[in-house]
């Protein structure tokens, strides 16, 4: 059974550029987060998706960031434009459902370079 | 505001040690606990759930135990090896309010295990 897969694994860009991450989840997962990891902040979500609807966007630092999930096979977080503070490493999460005894399944990351 | 605290923030230990890892949370209206893994450059792999109405799980050589009403958790190891070396992070799943569905994390132990 293949993992949550993310696309690239790692991502070097210069300011102001628009950056494009890709997230396939594991088949059968009706939920999918976008989560941003730091050294000062450690792993903080930023939206989540139940059957493609965006359900808790609260997270998502400015406007100048978006995902969506235009299928339940595939979802992208979009940053335009990047600034450096934006460097980070970008996990994609899915999981069959939130409530009781269903672990979150994480994805290799994206690791996201800001010039 | 949920806070997950994690104690210690990093262990060294000798090969063969049994050793207990802390969790502890702020606010007891949770789905479940999880205990991740994290190794370099890599995504979080699940090692334990316990729901909110559980007391502790086991697997091979990790059991982990929850206490809501005190808002803490414990991983315990027992028998650590080399290949045990990661950091560990626990997350508690929101069970309602505005965090709903959401996992907060807490920062993270990085643990070592030396031959």
């Known amino acids: 059974d293949a993992g949550v897969i993310q696309s690239p694994r790692h991502e070097v860009t210069e300011m102001g550029q628009e950056v494009t991450l890709r997230c396939k989840p594991i088949s059968g997962h009706d939920y999918l987060f976008w989560y941003r990891q730091t050294m000062m902040r450690g792993l903080e979500l930023l939206i989540y998706f139940n059957n493609n609807v965006p359900i808790d966007d609260s997270g998502m630092p400015e406007d100048r960031f978006s995902a969506k999930m235009p299928n339940a096979s595939f979802s992208t977080l979009k940053i335009q434009p990047s600034e450096p503070r934006d460097s980070a490493v970008y996990f994609c999460?899915?999981?069959?459902?939130?409530?009781?005894?269903?672990?979150?399944?994480f994805g290799d990351g994206t690791r996201l370079s800001i010039l | 505001k949920q806070e997950v605290t994690q104690i210690p923030a990093a262990l060294s230990v000798p090969e063969g040690e049994n050793l207990v890892l802390n969790c502890s949370f702020t606010d007891s209206a949770i789905y479940n606990l999880q205990w991740f893994r994290q190794d370099p450059g890599k995504g979080l792999t699940s090692l334990l759930l316990i729901q909110s109405s559980q007391r502790e799980q086991t697997s091979g050589r990790l059991n982990a135990s929850l206490d809501k009403s005190s808002g803490r958790s414990t991983l315990y190891i027992a028998a650590s090896q080399p290949g045990d070396s990661a950091t560990y992070l626990c997350?508690?799943?929101?069970?309602?309010?505005?965090?709903?569905?959401?996992?907060?994390f807490g920062q993270g132990t990085i643990l070592t295990v030396h031959p």
């Open positions: 999460a899915s999981s069959r459902h939130i409530q009781g005894n269903q672990p979150q399944h």
């Open positions: 997350a508690v799943l929101h069970a309602g309010g505005t965090s709903y569905g959401k996992l907060t």
